[in-house]
């Protein structure tokens, strides 16, 4: 059974940083492009970043261009998230999502297999 599993999720203060994982568990994510969303309560799941099978190419939304980065390991199964200068308003559940496909968007409904999510939030 295909499942993608999240990991990193904590309280945080503004301006810190957090690194988001994602694993697949039972398949290689190596022939898989990745999102990242995130939803706060109340609000629409929002992609935030996505990044191409081979890791050559990585989309970010307005919203987290300059503070977030994505980045793969194929080696390891692994798919992350570095998240920089958190900000009180990037509280949510952040989910990764997996699509067979070589290049990536941030559109929720192209996704094939989705993670349980893991809770960011930021605070002082």
């Known amino acids: 059974q295909l499942q993608l599993v999240e990991s990193g999720g904590d309280l945080v203060q503004p301006g810190g940083s957090l690194r988001l994982s994602c694993v697949g568990s039972?398949?290689?994510?190596?022939?898989?492009?990745i999102g990242w969303f995130r939803q706060a309560p109340g609000k629409e799941r929002e992609g935030l970043s996505c990044?191409?099978?081979?890791?050559?190419?990585?989309y970010y939304d307005d919203s987290v261009k300059g503070r977030f980065t994505i980045s793969r390991d194929n080696a390891k199964n692994l798919v992350y998230l570095q998240m920089n200068s958190l900000k009180p308003e990037d509280t949510a559940v952040y989910y990764c999502?997996?699509?067979?496909?070589?290049?990536?968007?941030?559109?929720?409904?192209?996704?094939?297999?989705w993670g349980q999510g893991t809770q960011v939030t930021v605070s002082a």
């Open positions: 039972g398949f290689s994510l190596r022939a898989y492009a």
């Open positions: 999502a997996a699509v067979m496909a070589i290049g990536c968007g941030v559109r929720a409904s192209s996704y094939s297999y």
């Open positions: 990044i191409s099978s081979d890791g050559g190419f990585t």
